[in-house]
């Protein structure tokens, strides 16, 4: 069974852009959840989507954004970048149990 | 609302040595307790989970956590630890309820270094 995929692995973008990540989860999950990694702060929660619905939401700007599609895949976007957007973000995948989570491999942004 | 506290950033140990990776959380709701493990330019990996039950849960590669109520703790712990165990580790809690579902609070993780 293929684990939970992120793509692209790396983006390099400069302040003011935007980007968009995906995700798509392992196979029967339908709970995708998004968290922002950096040294300064560790791991935080950006937001959950489950049957194409947001069901919680961290405390990021109204900058950070996502969406899940029919299929379970799952986009997050960031407008507006800035520096401090610099970081590894990982996407979890969930099934019967939402709160047991697999990762996936992380995208790192780099915003210059 | 739940928080972590991972007592220790690092943790140097010698290969075959027994080690103990602490972790407290705070949380106003049951929870459920989870230890992840992070390789350099990796994800995070699920080592072991507490959910419910016997309150000493155990992974496949010889780890083990025990939940303590009273003492709101998930403590790691391996009786002898190898150099392959060299990376992050992180606690992180869910709170039991619709609010909570689907959302992970992490420590800061602690960085263990097995040396030879």
């Known amino acids: 069974k293929a684990g939970v995929t992120q793509t692209p692995r790396y983006l390099i973008k400069t302040r003011g852009q935007q980007v968009t990540l995906s995700c798509s989860p392992i196979?029967?999950?339908?709970?995708v959840s998004w968290y922002q990694q950096t040294p300064g702060q560790g791991l935080q929660f950006l937001f959950e989507?489950?049957?194409?619905?947001?069901?919680n939401k961290g405390n990021f700007p109204g900058r950070f954004s996502g969406r899940q599609f029919s299929n379970s895949r799952s986009e997050m976007n960031v407008s507006t970048l800035e520096l401090g957007d610099s970081a590894l973000y990982l996407c979890?995948?969930?099934?019967?149990?939402?709160?047991?989570?697999?990762f996936g491999a992380g995208t790192r942004l780099s915003v210059l | 609302a739940q928080s972590v506290t991972q007592l220790d950033s690092q943790v140097p140990v010698f290969e075959e040595a027994p080690v103990e990776l602490r972790c407290n959380y705070s949380?106003?709701?049951?929870?459920?307790l989870f230890w992840y493990v992070q390789y350099p330019n990796q994800g995070l990996q699920l080592l072991l989970k507490y959910l419910s039950g016997s309150t000493l849960v155990e992974s496949i590669n010889g780890f083990e956590a025990e939940f303590n109520k009273s003492q709101t703790s998930f403590h790691l712990r391996k009786p002898s630890v190898h150099i392959s165990d060299t990376a992050e580790y992180f606690c992180a809690v869910s709170g039991h309820g619709s609010s909570n579902t689907g959302k992970l609070i992490f420590g800061q993780g602690t960085t263990l270094q097995v040396k030879p």
């Open positions: 949380s106003s709701v049951s929870v459920y």
């Open positions: 196979s029967g999950h339908r709970s």
């Open positions: 979890a995948s969930s099934g019967g149990d939402r709160n047991i989570q697999y």
């Open positions: 989507y489950f049957s194409e619905t947001q069901r």
